[in-house]
């Protein structure tokens, strides 16, 4: 669970338009609304079959994959757009990474993606890339405090953005709990489990206002994680937590860790986000393609799922058009869904599967 890209471009988008306290009003209100919604939310569950979770799974590794992609050649038009440095890092990175899982053994076969990135950090320092001698200058402890930002202010019209991708981080949160479930092999009542999740999402996003980040998401990245290392103890999942909070107080780590430069970071984030489009194949090949319903389910959904990611804002226009057509601004809102090319492809896979699979053709009449 992490404070999602998305999430926080939203946050900084509202306190730009209005200010902080607002925006972090907005983080604790769409906290609510998971509660809230979630009694709606578990009755659909019966709509999201393996079939519709591959077809998340595969979009949100696309998505991934470029947005760490561009994370390692960096923006055009700015400096450092793919430099070759850059680009080298992430490759060595790979690299690594590829011959740790072939050649060792055991626990260090298991932690091979960890390896890639320390080799991938040491590399850069041996080319005077990064100084990680820098982490040691600063405050040793920092602590968080409560509503930095002052009381929060409510706003539900500016707060819009955010609520809206609350319904994209539930379906988000149901894909990534069966695809845990999956991967370690654990029968699971998605109407049951998937729910706590999202209580949890729900009470991390109301802390979070509290401390004034923002909204608190489940995290896919972590999915391909365990299927890489093959550890599925929830202690070890347990004790993670417990050093990222160490981590957290104590300033000088957090600064080792971000002076890791970002190609490196990237390259090993790439092998994960692989990782977990590979899992998603594996989960749509259970489902019958000869079958035209599920043929046509999976060939739509890739097509609206991709067209956000490959061609941004492709959909923009249309929710403007649409507005202004019907009076109605606040449907200009809804760009947040239509830029999400995971949510897209999501609410296609659902109804098509619904489409073909849930509407029962009418009986022809005896001649």
Known sequence: MVPGGAPVAFFMSIAKET??????????????????????FRRCLRFFPKLVIGTMLLLVSINLIKLYG??????????????????????????????????????FGQISVMLGLIG?????ALFGLTNFFAALEGPIVSFPSLFPFGVPTFDI?????????????MTEATGQTIAIADVVGREIDSTVVVPQTI?????????????GTSLIITSGENIGIVQATGVRSRYVTAMAGFILLVVALLAPLGRLATAIPGAVVGGAALIVFAIIGVMGINMIKTANLHDRGNMYTLATALTMGLLPILAPGIFAPFAVVLADGLGLPILARFQVILNNGLMMG????VLCNILFNHVAMPKKANQ
């Open 157 to 169: 019209l500016a707060s819009l953005p955010l609520l809206i991708f609350c319904i994209i981080s």
């Open 19 to 40: 200010d902080l306290p607002t925006a972090a009003g907005a983080v604790i209100m769409t906290g609510i609304l998971y509660w809230l919604l979630l009694p709606i």
């Open 346 to 349: 999501t609410v296609t896979a």
């Open 120 to 124: 991938g950090a040491l590399v850069s």
């Open 70 to 107: 561009s994370v390692i050649i960096g923006q055009p038009g700015t400096e450092n757009y793919a430099r070759p440095a850059n680009v080298g890092l992430a490759l060595v990175t790979i690299l690594i990474t590829v011959l740790c899982a072939k050649f060792l053994k055991g626990t």
């Open 199 to 211: 209580r949890g999402d729900g009470l991390a996003s109301i802390l979070g206002g509290i401390l």
